[in-house]
């Protein structure tokens, strides 16, 4: 079950050419869903505005070369590990779900163009990765809504509870979970795959609606982010003092009068416990 | 100054929402962001600003010192035992920093550690006294200190 192409086995009913149109089609929805959701949200328009703001505000000029270590640094943080969640459990259940995603997209798009009958026989590793990604979707997925999520996890609300933002999620979900069973079930033109096709075309044909078009701009900013600290605008943040510098100490002599020339740390105070206190 | 939330910034983690001694942060229903539900309400005591993970939580500056347009960001470290601030007003000509101890003890370290105190006697329990009592409130010196025990008193009229 977990090694044969199961998009191959329905070539005998459904032609790999609607399939791959398929495949085309949702590509085509989600291009044309950032376009319009950025269109809507004015968000490219909002952020140009803001890097340009921000360039007013700077201290100093940032090189070429130092722009493209922090786009490097962005995307090995903040794209390929998600380092800007600080709730490790949040971290590692975008991990699953993120990784679990293109894990299961990028091998469904390569069975359906490269091996889209039996004829053409489909490495085990492909299917193999198939459902593992379906599982890293589900496990990441089902933890993010039942524990994770903000609604239940700090203001207490049930589960069952949703709204138009819960779109991506659920969709994502009801399309792993639909995925798993229908290969569980044995494959084939069943219900299990009408509902799979529904779920990923709402997931997909939603992008206007749902969140979907975060893994766009999310970058964006975290990039913007980190040109402020560089440039030294800081998004209008104080700077981040040395309080042993005798710069500093001669700046805010309540420095040295009240703490001494080299204040010690003085401890984690309300990081030095996590937020769970309800 | 009240607090309130720019909504580019939050992630929504809740972390305001846990941390906030007022329960006025909240999470928006729609938006799934944090936000000042009743800034009337707030305490200014800026534990959602120290809290922020993304630095997503700033403080309204009231038009006596900070006109329209301006922006008060604050960043309070703990491990620096310090509160920064940085006024800008709204043509950027005017921008000041300002830098304060909030402690000038590594925090905990000043906590009485009760654990080391002799439990008390049932006569202690009994009394209508508290913990440190009469000791803390300077009542065995001589009773309560009054005007008149320090040689004071109370001048009529509104003094400044």
């Given at each position: 079950m977990f090694t044969s192409n199961l998009f191959a086995e329905l070539s005998a009913v459904i032609s790999p050419t609607i399939m791959q149109g398929y495949i085309v089609l949702m590509i085509l929805l989600v291009m044309g869903g950032t376009i319009l959701d950025m269109l809507h949200k004015k968000s490219a328009q909002y952020f140009f505005e803001n890097a340009k703001k921000a360039q007013k505000?700077?201290?100093?000029?940032?090189?070429?070369?130092?722009?493209?270590?922090?786009?490097?640094?962005?995307?090995?943080?903040?794209?390929?590990?998600?380092?800007?969640?600080?709730?490790?459990?949040?971290?590692?259940?975008?991990?699953?779900?993120?990784?679990?995603?293109?894990?299961?997209?990028?091998?469904?798009?390569?069975?359906?163009?490269?091996?889209?009958?039996?004829?053409?026989?489909?490495?085990?590793?492909?299917?193999?990765?198939?459902?593992?990604?379906?599982?890293?979707?589900?496990?990441?997925?089902?933890?993010?809504?039942?524990?994770?999520?903000?609604?239940?996890?700090?203001?207490?609300l049930t589960w069952f509870r949703f709204e138009r933002a819960d779109l991506f999620i659920l969709s994502l979900l009801a399309t792993s979970t639909f995925a798993l069973i229908w290969s569980f079930t044995g494959g084939?033109?069943?219900?299990?795959?009408?509902?799979?096709?529904?779920?990923?075309?709402?997931?997909?044909?939603?992008?206007?609606?749902?969140?979907?078009?975060?893994?766009?701009?999310?970058?964006?900013a975290a990039y913007q982010k980190k040109i402020t600290r560089a440039d030294g605008s800081r998004e209008n943040l104080p700077p981040d003092y040395d309080l042993t510098d005798p710069e500093v100490q001669r700046k805010f002599p309540d420095i040295p009068m009240y703490m001494g020339k080299n204040p010690p740390n003085m401890g984690l105070c309300i990081k030095a416990e996590r937020a769970k206190h309800y | 100054m009240p607090t309130f939330v720019y909504m580019t910034r939050c992630d929504g983690c809740g972390e305001c929402v846990d941390i906030c001694p007022s329960d006025i942060m909240h999470i928006d229903k729609k938006l799934r962001r944090a936000y000042n539900i009743e800034p009337n309400m707030c305490w200014e005591c800026y534990s959602c600003v120290k809290a922020c993970p993304h630095h997503a939580i700033d403080v309204r500056g009231y038009a006596d010192f900070a006109p329209l347009g301006h922006s008060v960001r604050v960043i309070r470290d703990e491990e620096k035992?310090?509160?920064?601030?940085?006024?800008?007003?709204?043509?950027?000509?005017?921008?000041?920093?300002?830098?304060?101890?909030?402690?000038?003890?590594?925090?905990?370290?000043?906590?009485?550690?009760?654990?080391?105190?002799?439990?008390?006697?049932?006569?202690?329990?009994?009394?209508?006294?508290?913990?440190?009592?009469?000791?803390?409130?300077?009542?065995?010196?001589?009773?309560?200190?009054?005007?008149?025990?320090?040689?004071?008193?109370?001048?009529?009229?509104?003094?400044?």
């Amino acid at each position: 079950m977990f090694t044969s192409n199961l998009f191959a086995e329905l070539s005998a009913v459904i032609s790999p050419t609607i399939m791959q149109g398929y495949i085309v089609l949702m590509i085509l929805l989600v291009m044309g869903g950032t376009i319009l959701d950025m269109l809507h949200k004015k968000s490219a328009q909002y952020f140009f505005e803001n890097a340009k703001k921000a360039q007013k505000s700077a201290k100093r000029a940032v090189g070429g070369g130092e722009k493209a270590s922090i786009a490097a640094s962005v995307l090995v943080n903040e794209v390929l590990t998600s380092g800007e969640f600080s709730n490790p459990k949040r971290r590692l259940s975008h991990l699953l779900t993120m990784w679990g995603t293109i894990i299961f997209i990028v091998t469904t798009a390569v069975m359906i163009f490269c091996y889209p009958t039996l004829e053409t026989p489909t490495p085990a590793l492909l299917p193999q990765l198939w459902h593992i990604g379906a599982l890293m979707l589900a496990v990441g997925g089902y933890w993010f809504w039942f524990f994770i999520r903000v609604d239940v996890a700090a203001e207490g609300l049930t589960w069952f509870r949703f709204e138009r933002a819960d779109l991506f999620i659920l969709s994502l979900l009801a399309t792993s979970t639909f995925a798993l069973i229908w290969s569980f079930t044995g494959g084939g033109l069943t219900i299990f795959f009408a509902l799979f096709i529904l779920s990923s075309t709402i997931l997909f044909g939603g992008v206007y609606w749902s969140k979907f078009a975060h893994m766009f701009f999310k970058p964006a900013a975290a990039y913007q982010k980190k040109i402020t600290r560089a440039d030294g605008s800081r998004e209008n943040l104080p700077p981040d003092y040395d309080l042993t510098d005798p710069e500093v100490q001669r700046k805010f002599p309540d420095i040295p009068m009240y703490m001494g020339k080299n204040p010690p740390n003085m401890g984690l105070c309300i990081k030095a416990e996590r937020a769970k206190h309800y | 100054m009240p607090t309130f939330v720019y909504m580019t910034r939050c992630d929504g983690c809740g972390e305001c929402v846990d941390i906030c001694p007022s329960d006025i942060m909240h999470i928006d229903k729609k938006l799934r962001r944090a936000y000042n539900i009743e800034p009337n309400m707030c305490w200014e005591c800026y534990s959602c600003v120290k809290a922020c993970p993304h630095h997503a939580i700033d403080v309204r500056g009231y038009a006596d010192f900070a006109p329209l347009g301006h922006s008060v960001r604050v960043i309070r470290d703990e491990e620096k035992g310090t509160i920064a601030w940085r006024i800008k007003f709204r043509n950027g000509k005017k921008d000041m920093e300002l830098l304060a101890p909030i402690t000038t003890k590594p925090w905990g370290s000043a906590t009485p550690k009760l654990a080391d105190v002799p439990a008390p006697s049932k006569e202690m329990r009994d009394s209508q006294l508290l913990f440190n009592e009469p000791k803390y409130i300077r009542m065995d010196e001589g009773g309560l200190h009054t005007l008149e025990s320090n040689g004071l008193e109370i001048k009529k009229g509104v003094q400044y």
